[in-house]
């Protein structure tokens, strides 16, 4: 019989269940030795080194960085003979986030998380100068250069189409990559206007005159009176064209 049974008969029955509680809380303490941190936070960045670079494959222009930060010191894991690297619910590994490692084999089961950075270094329209809300962009506001797209959860807006002629959604500052969020269409005339209506198809175009019924945005649809009482919808081409595809 083991020491510490004979030691628990001799205890009051009212004592008997804490002594048995703090020996199986000590026991994997006293039967393995803890887990390097080191060696954790060593795996945790190669698994996020290699995850990323798979997952970002199909963004050759972009340059990935990743910093895994370190766990808190004070922790004592069980030795473990398998550690499995994830990353947690809802999170994601892109810019600041988060990523888990637990013990899928060993005498103490353990979960852990430990904090990630991963940038996107790559080229991005950038604004030269402070642009006031609902001004109208052009290209001689912006520059190119590497930003990390990874900084802000927003899109990178890569082609120009995507912001030039568009109108600032509210102010942007001297030194911000534009994103999604950051410009919307120009409205570029009122219900009640008059428009040109260029209607087209395979091999021909003609157009007549017409009076808006909704606002026109470009590239976006806008309902039309023709002069013939007709009410149709087509695409806002620029301050006065309404393109209807036939």
Known sequence: MSLCLRFARLLPRRLRGGLALAVLVAAPVAWAQDMALGDLQVLAQRWVRDTVAKTNADNPGLRMESTVGALDSRLRLAVCGNVEAYVPPGARLWGRSRVGLR?????GRWN???????KAVGPAW???SQVAAG???AESDVIEAEVDWAEEPSAVLQER?????QTATRLLSAGQALRQGMVKPAQVFQAGASVR????????QV??????LSAGVVGQQARVRMDNGRV???MVLDVRTVRIDL
């Not at 013990?103 to 005498?107: L, N, T």
């Not at 209506?197 to 021909?204: E, L, N, T």
């Not at 157009?207 to 808006?212: G, K, M, R």
């Open 161 to 165: 189409p995507l912001w030039v002629g």
């Open 135 to 137: 001004a109208t962009l």
């Open 103 to 107: 013990c899928a084999d060993g005498i």
């Open 126 to 128: 950038v604004l030269k």
């Open 112 to 118: 852990v998380s430990l904090p990630v950075v991963v």
């Open 197 to 204: 209506v260029v209607a087209q198809g395979p091999g021909f």
């Open 232 to 234: 149709t919808s087509g």
């Open 207 to 212: 157009s007549s005159d017409a009076q808006a």
